[in-house]
């Protein structure tokens, strides 16, 4: 014992639960097994077990979390259950605190379907900003359902009562069974490719979850999602939602719902386009009234008896106007002009030639280069001479330099 601590019994076991509590598999988890020694306490608390051929381990729900529950548990039954591994100090028993059972058949097919729905979450699939409006007045309804059953009556029924004429185009499809997700997959997309075809229903005259199942297939709502046509789900039930209800751009609890959403009342529309073509034969019949009186009283008006007097009153304003811009673009040509001989003076007593003009010249070497001191020419070199008009070829005879 010596160089070892001692730990008291509290300090073991809280150690124990400190290590499961940090533990991130044991936080938050779920377990199958076989419901055991299953006791519903006074206080609404439960315990139990949860056993396997080989193990077992102890479980209590509180009460805060029984209630949730819309089952009993028993004996043998084979149960999923989500919660956390933990050690009561006390005891130093390890037990799971148990915070969501569900039957094991069941909970298998729900645990798929959330795992299903999380994962088309994140793709966007639910999102309401994709949903896509239902057309007021499709030209023609496509549906996806089997032809045998009640559901396609009931569209049929409701839509040629609402809009006696509309077309309702079927795709028969399956809507249970092994191969019903993709003959409905198929429908979908067979019907995109339909011009005519503004609005598609999917659906179904209810059922168990069981036979709802396929409309909680993937490749169906992939299909649903993809679809250029907005789709309305009425797979007829009231209280669950499939998959198919979410991704699809509206939901409608029954089929004959879905009728009456994908079209309006054709007597009414009627109606309404009676009293919208009374309304604008009115507009218009009043505004031709208003425009009458003013032509009428256009014609009354002088001006339009005699025009000519109206321009006359113009005439002589526009010939003075006429003698005043004539006046001063002569005043503006005369006094640029002045400027522009003032300017050529200027430059013409700046100018070269008028310096030779007064008798003087210019005398280049042989080079061209402008000679300005005797010293810069040869006796015998021959230079030109340029004047007033014309030039000089001359031969240097003789040179005469100053000194400064």
């Known amino acids: 014992m010596r160089g070892n601590k001692i730990l008291t019994v509290s300090e073991v076991s809280f150690h124990i639960q400190k290590l499961l509590d940090d533990d991130p598999l044991l936080s938050n988890l779920w377990i199958r097994g076989e419901i055991s020694n299953f006791k519903h306490h006074s206080t609404g608390h439960f315990y139990f077990s949860l056993k396997d051929k080989e193990c077992t381990l102890r479980a209590v729900m509180f009460k805060s979390k029984t209630w949730r529950l819309n089952f009993l548990p028993k004996d043998g039954m084979d149960c999923l259950v989500r919660g956390y591994v933990s050690s009561y100090p006390k005891d130093t028993v390890v037990q799971l605190y148990a915070e969501e059972i569900i039957p094991a058949g069941v909970g298998l097919q729900a645990l798929a379907l959330a795992e299903l729905k999380e994962k088309l979450q994140k793709k966007g699939y639910f ?21 045998a059953g009640a559901a396609i009556r009931d569209i049929y029924r409701v839509v040629q009562k609402r809009y006696p004429g509309m077309p309702v185009i079927l795709f028969p499809a399956g809507v249970q069974g092994e191969k019903a997700a993709q003959s409905i997959v198929e429908g979908i997309r067979a019907l995109n490719g339909r011009k005519e075809i ?3 229903i999917v659906a179904r005259g209810g059922g168990s979850a069981e036979d709802l199942s396929v409309f909680n297939v993937e490749s169906v709502a992939d299909a649903v999602f993809a679809s ?13 939602w499939t998959i198919t209800d979410l991704v699809a751009d509206v939901r409608a609890a029954t089929p004959s719902m879905a009728g009456e959403l994908v079209v309006p009342v054709r007597w009414e529309l009627e109606n309404s386009l009676s ?11 009043g505004r031709m009234e208003r425009e009458n009186m003013r032509l009428a009283y256009l014609k009354e008006a002088g001006v339009m008896k005699k025009p000519e007097r109206w321009l006359n009153r113009y005439q002589d304003h526009l010939s003075r106007c006429e003698s005043s811009l004539y006046k001063s673009t002569r005043e503006l040509h005369g006094k640029a002009e002045y400027h522009l001989h003032v300017i050529a003076g200027r430059l013409h007593a700046l100018s070269p030639l008028a310096t030779l003009g007064r008798g003087y010249s210019l005398c280049q070497n042989s080079e ?16 030109k001479v340029r004047l007033y008009k014309g030039s000089l070829g001359c031969i240097v005879v003789a040179k005469e330099e100053e000194c400064d």
């Open 127 to 147: 999102a309401p900003e994709r949903k896509k409006p239902i057309p007021y007045l499709p030209g023609a309804i496509g549906v996806v359902t089997s032809p």
């Open 198 to 200: 503004d609005v598609i």
């Open 275 to 285: 009293k919208y073509k009374e309304r604008l034969l009115r507009a218009a019949r």
């Open 228 to 240: 250029t046509k907005p789709i309305v789900s009425a797979i007829g039930h009231e209280i669950d």
């Open 368 to 383: 061209g280069k402008i000679v300005t001191e005797a010293r810069h020419v040869s006796i015998n070199e021959q230079v």
